[in-house]
DNA sequence: TAGGCCATCTGGTCCT
DNA sequence: AGGACCAGATGGCCTA
């Protein structure tokens, strides 16, 4: 669990969520994606990867066209070698197949490569729209952190949107709001209505999995105490 | 140094 | 047949 997603876990322990929310809609978290320039940039293409699409960056930037690795032999397993997932076996195993299958292969690779690179791009987006701490300087959610917030964000959004419908049906009967809310409104308050409120007795992890049934294990990180 | 996270390769399966 | 999707394996990078 990264930095950023200890900030992310902080502010959805408190009332931080809420405020991220309610001002979503009027300005941009201005996070660019992972692959973009100034971003953290944990994950520069390895070696092989460059060698193999041709590019510094996504592959399917200019409509995912095969580059020119899938023509070329092994002239260059040396320099692929030195990327990840290419070890001995791989590099023996493919350089005995004919010329044909290897071609064959490499063009599945690099499809398969431009699959994921698409999955990932389609995770930066989510990570664009989603509330957590958005900053060059703090590292972006891991992918499965990613996918649990954004559930827990829509979960809450659906709660959030059904307790509005609830309150302008309130009103539509001729009542009138008056501060506290009334009795008969508790149960969509703001504590009711925001499942992370800091004024939850539960723990951080109890926060975190109680409405996406998250294992506990995804959040370590959370040791504030009930 | 161990563990987490990731990119990539690979072979299998399913679909068009 | 070719492409999409998937899961396993592997190794690199980073952090506690």
Redesign the pocket.
């Known amino acids: 669990?990264?930095?950023s997603?200890e900030n992310l876990l902080k502010s959805i322990s408190n009332d931080t969520l809420l405020d991220l929310t309610q001002r979503y809609g009027q300005s941009s978290f201005g996070f660019g994606a992972?692959h973009g320039a100034g971003s953290p940039g944990?994950?520069p293409?390895?070696p092989?990867?460059?060698f193999?699409?041709g590019q510094t960056a996504k592959s399917n930037e200019s409509g995912g066209e095969q580059t020119s690795e899938d023509d070329d032999g092994f002239d260059h397993l040396d320099s692929?070698k030195?990327?990840?997932?290419?070890?001995?076996?791989?590099?023996s195993?493919?350089a005995k197949k004919p010329k044909e299958q290897r071609s064959?292969?490499?063009?599945?690779?690099?499809?398969?490569?431009r699959?994921?690179?698409d999955l990932?791009d389609a995770l930066d987006g989510l990570r664009g729209v989603i509330p957590y701490a958005h900053s060059p300087s703090v590292?972006k959610?891991?992918?499965?952190?990613t996918l649990l917030l954004a559930k827990n964000y829509i979960l809450m959004q659906a709660q959030a949107l059904e307790e509005m419908r609830r309150l302008v049906s309130y009103l539509n009967q001729g009542q009138t709001i008056t501060s506290p809310i009334p009795t008969a409104l508790a149960p969509f308050g703001q504590t009711a209505v925001y499942p992370f409120s800091s004024t939850a007795l539960a723990s951080c992890v109890e926060k975190c999995t109680s409405y996406s049934g998250t294992p506990s294990?995804?959040f370590k990180h959370c040791n504030d105490k009930p």
């Open positions: 669990m990264n930095a997603e992972g944990r994950y293409l390895t092989a990867a460059d193999l699409s692929r030195r990327g990840s997932g290419f070890d001995d076996d791989k590099l195993s493919l064959l292969r490499l063009s599945i690779n690099a499809r398969e490569r699959r994921m690179h990932n590292r959610l891991s992918k499965i952190a294990s995804l």
